[in-house]
């Protein structure tokens, strides 16, 4: 199975705050990784596919990056709804994992 | 628009089984290809199974193998996931989500999740 590790897994940040995430897969995933937002007792939200693609009405200050087996998502400009955990997910091959999530927490 | 609702809540004893529903509506359940994801309280997400469009048959997750069952009911645009045997280990919010993407697959329809709470 191909793991997927997250970092930070805690994140204290401020408004304004430009962060990056980090999601490093265990072996060639090509561009198959999408990034989700999930905000306390909600449904996850698909933010990014295709490492870089951002989905339809997501604000543009979320980003993603492939370097490799690396993949970044960044937030430009944290404002008080992104405060969340962001979750990477592989759809590569089965099974579809996850990495364990980072939560963006105000400083 | 594509909406999932799922069944609600359910408490089970340790050994019993849960069967989950997911109905689909704004499109036809043939069309979607559906996946399952849990999430234990206070933990990341799981990914369970689902239907492999390409191969055009249901895959699960290892984990589960032998004590999970993923059907569709064409007729009412409804998706199930049966688990069994469970144990407290199996507490957890459990979604259906629908795999869709032409190029690269995202999970961008999800159904809101119910909790099954395992305890004696």
């Known amino acids: 199975d191909i793991q997927l590790t997250q970092s930070p897994s805690f994140l204290p940040a401020s408004v304004g705050d430009r962060i990056t995430i980090t999601c490093r897969a265990s072996?060639?995933?090509?561009?198959?990784l999408a990034w989700y937002q999930q905000r306390p007792g909600k449904v996850p939200k698909l933010l990014i596919y295709g490492a870089s693609i951002l989905q339809s009405g997501v604000p543009s200050r979320f980003s993603g990056n492939r370097f490799g087996t690396e993949f970044t998502l960044t937030i430009s400009s944290l404002q008080p709804e992104d405060f969340a955990t962001y979750s990477c997910?592989?759809?590569?091959?089965?099974?579809?994992?996850f990495g364990g999530g980072t939560k963006v927490e105000i400083k | 628009q594509v909406q999932l609702v799922q069944s609600g809540a359910e408490v089970k004893k340790p050994g019993a089984s849960v069967k989950v529903s997911c109905k689909v509506s704004?499109?036809?359940?043939?069309?979607?290809?559906m996946h399952w994801v849990r999430q234990a309280p206070g933990k990341g997400l799981e990914w369970m199974g689902g239907?492999?469009?390409?191969?055009?048959?249901?895959i699960y997750a290892q984990k589960f193998q032998g004590r999970v069952t993923m059907t569709e009911d064409t007729s009412t645009d409804t998706a199930y996931m049966e688990l069994n045997s469970l144990t407290s280990e199996d507490t957890a919010v459990y979604y259906c989500?629908?795999?869709?993407?032409?190029?690269?697959?995202?999970?961008?329809?999800w159904g809101q999740g119910p909790l099954v709470t395992v305890s004696s």
């Open positions: 989500a629908a795999l869709r993407g032409f190029s690269y697959g995202y999970f961008d329809y």
């Open positions: 704004g499109h036809k359940i043939i069309d979607l290809s």
């Open positions: 997910q592989q759809l590569n091959s089965y099974p579809f994992t």
């Open positions: 239907f492999d469009p390409e191969d055009g048959e249901t």
């Open positions: 072996q060639d995933i090509s561009s198959y």
